[in-house]
């Protein structure tokens, strides 16, 4: 092989080796991993006899995964992170005061903020798929 042929090839694959393997900013995984766990809170019956137990332990995943976004998403999302952080608490409030006084009101703000928080973390997850 000639001399300029075999460089010419040995640029071209170390190039194609480089773009393949940049590896996805971790805001990506972890921000999947909070929508899912928010996805599985919509999913809880507000209605049936175990929801309030259910979402006391589904709110500790989301706080985790939370944690993790937050840590991921450093100041590039953090407008995001702050309005999901903010229905966090309004979620994590509205269970414990439907879990002191369950009436159909307090359910229903459950289900609002549960809303709500699939809102704001619909909004980071359309924001950080442009970088994904």
Known sequence: MKPAI???TLLLTVSLAACGGEEEPAICNSSSDLRTSVKDVKK???GSGTALADLKSAIKEIQGNLAAVKADAKSEY???VKAIESGYAALKTS????????T???????????S???TDVQALITDV???C
């Not at 269970?95 to 369950?102: D, G, H, L, R």
């Open 116 to 118: 709500a928080l699939a």
């Open 78 to 80: 953090s407008d995001q």
């Open 95 to 102: 269970i414990q005061t439907a879990t002191s006084s369950t």
């Open 44 to 46: 809880i019956d507000i």
């Open 104 to 114: 159909a009101a307090t359910l229903a703000t459950v289900g609002a903020a549960v």
């Open 6 to 8: 075999a460089v010419t």
């Open 129 to 131: 798929q442009k970088t």
